[in-house]
Structures are given as structure tokens and as C-alpha cells.
């Protein structure tokens, strides 16, 4: 289910990690960590642990955020049914709309005997409580999205998707309200919210035999390790590789997470060779636009590309012949 960008997103916060704390801890970063090291073998072991934990923190919020929208979905028949049963009702308390409780989206998701069991596993309906739901329910009511959606008494697909999509993005994932809940279940949910956008985004569009017990495959975990071990294991080799490329710009001013995408591209040049180097390239070009600063795409493109030339010129990068 997770993608190989989501895998080097992982990658880069948890070599992220690990280079701040090695400057907090033991005064050196990332490049001077090498294999002689007393203490390198105990980072390894230690920060594969961190990725693994990433990813799986990734899983959980991907899960929860999507069990809220169904439970948001399923409040609209509880408010319907306590609505009706009032002694004094209205005849807008008798037509209280349930349409969003039967999206096509929703329903896919309650069908999905793996999102069901990772509920179970994560233990969310422990974690989301029911003000919180009436709470998020009241905000969707109000919202003129909601109010068009169920004005429309047919239903399609398409408005299904789109309604489903749209309560995602405007009413939760840009919402103060849902934010700040989601704060509260995890701290990390502003580092993950972006991937989480990502996931749900992706699901939308090919929801069709998502596997929410099977958030990573055996391969693209054996990927991540090897990208993040070899990343560590290479950061001296890999820094003399960028720092020559450094001289038309501010050293001291370039951002911390470009220098690690920076590294991580280079390693997939020269020790990834089923990594064609152009996916290599447009990968950290889009990581950098979403997690560091408005230069850093064009500076990545940039120096990976002439990087990359470099080595080509010296032989250095043999890539797998596809048959």
C-alpha cells in the first residue's frame, strides 16, 4: 500500500533524526559516524527501529483518519434516529438526510474485512470518542458541501467520490477542529499529515483490494532499510560528492532536509541499480516541494543532475538493464 515515496519521506525524517541527535549528543553529525565507530552499530540497529516505527505511526493515522470519516458517516443515521424519536419534532427533525451513512466510499471501507481487523488491531474505537464525533458531525452539516450533496436525491459514483473526497480535504485535513484532535491521539500527526494526505489520496483513487494489514511489503521494507543503513554508512562519502557542487550557494543557508534528500539521491544512483536514476531524480524533486523550502526543488534538480553527470562520466552508476 505504501509507495516508494512514502518510503523515502520515512527514510529522510528518520535520518533527519538521527543527524540532530547526533549533534545533540555526541557533538558530530551524520557524516562522521563511520563503521569504526564504538557507537554504529548501536545506531543502526537503533534507527532501523526508529523507520520501523515511522512507517507503522504512518499505518496508524492513515487508519484512524479514515475510521473517522466513517464514523462521522454513521453519525448522520444516529442523528437522524434521535431526532426523530423526539417528543416535540420538528418536520426538519423528520427529514434529517442519512445519505453520507450509504457513500459508496464509506461503505467500501466498512465492506473491507482489513480495515475492519486494523480497527480492531489499533484499537481505535478505544481512541475516538463520541463527542468528537458529534463534534466534527456538526461542522459537516453546516458546510455548504454537505448541504449540496444531499440536496441531490440521486446517487452516483462520481458524487459519492467526490463528496467523500471533499469532506477529507476541507472539512478534516484542512480543518482546525479535526488538527487539533488529531494532535492529541499523536504529536507526530504535523510531521505525517502530508503523507497521510497522500494515502487517502491514493486509496480514492484505487481503493479496490487495499490491504490495511499489509501497509508494507517484505520488499519495499527491505528498501527502506537498505536505504537508510546505506545512506548512514556512505554520508562521508556522499557529503565530498555535494560540497564542490555547493560553491554557487550558501553552505551554511541550504537546509538541512535538502543535504539529506541530497544524500539519499546519490546513494540510489550508485548503490540502488533497479532504481532508474530519472525516478531517483523526480522523486526527491517532489519530496523537497512538500517538506522543505520554496528554492529547494530547483536546487535538488540541480545539483543531483549534475552529480549525476559526473558519475556517469566516471562510470560509477551501472543500473540493471530492464529485459
Known amino acids: 500500500m505504501i509507495s516508494r515515496r512514502n518510503i523515502r519521506i520515512k527514510v529522510m525524517q528518520s535520518l533527519y533524526a538521527l543527524d540532530t541527535n547526533l549533534e545533540s549528543d555526541l557533538g558530530f553529525g551524520i557524516d562522521r559516524l563511520t563503521s569504526d565507530h564504538p557507537d554504529y552499530s548501536r545506531m543502526i540497529i537503533k534507527y532501523v527501529k526508529v523507520l520501523d516505527d515511522k512507517i507503522d505511526q504512518a499505518s496508524y493515522l492513515f487508519t484512524l483518519s479514515l475510521y473517522y470519516m466513517v464514523r462521522v458517516a454513521q453519525y448522520t443515521e444516529i ?52 463527542d468528537e464525533i458529534k463534534q466534527l458531525y456538526n461542522i459537516l452539516q453546516e458546510s455548504e458541501l454537505y448541504k449540496s450533496y444531499v440536496s441531490e436525491e440521486s446517487r452516483t459514483p462520481e458524487g459519492d467520490k467526490k463528496m467523500f473526497w471533499d469532506v477529507w480535504t476541507q472539512l478534516m485535513y484542512e480543518h482546525e477542529v479535526f488538527n487539533t484532535l488529531m494532535t492529541e491521539k499523536n504529536e507526530e500527526w504535523e510531521d505525517d499529515k502530508e503523507l497521510v494526505y497522500m494515502l487517502i489520496e491514493n486509496y480514492v483513487q484505487k481503493r479496490k483490494g487495499t490491504n490495511f494489514l499489509n501497509f508494507i511489503s517484505a520488499d519495499k521494507k527491505q528498501f527502506a532499510h537498505d536505504l537508510l543503513k546505506t545512506t548512514i554508512d556512505k554520508s562521508g562519502y556522499l557529503m565530498e560528492l555535494i560540497h564542490p557542487r555547493l560553491k554557487n550557494w550558501d553552505a551554511e543557508r541550504v537546509a538541512h532536509i535538502d543535504l539529506i534528500l541530497l544524500k539519499m539521491g546519490i546513494a540510489e544512483f550508485l548503490y540502488f541499480p533497479t532504481v532508474p536514476t530519472k525516478v531517483t531524480i523526480n522523486e526527491y524533486i517532489e519530496i523537497a516541494k512538500t517538506y522543505s523550502t520554496p528554492q529547494s526543488s530547483q536546487f535538488i534538480n540541480g545539483v543531483l543532475d549534475n552529480i549525476l553527470k559526473s558519475l556517469e562520466k566516471e562510470n560509477k552508476v551501472r543500473k540493471a538493464v530492464r529485459p
Open 79 to 130: 442523528d437522524a434516529n434521535n431526532r426523530a424519536s423526539k417528543l416535540l419534532r420538528t418536520q426538519e427533525d423528520l427529514n434529517v438526510s442519512t445519505k453520507f451513512a450509504g457513500n459508496e466510499f464509506v461503505w467500501s471501507l466498512l465492506d473491507n474485512k482489513t480495515f475492519v481487523e486494523a480497527v480492531k488491531d489499533k484499537k481505535l474505537e478505544q481512541v475516538v470518542e463520541k
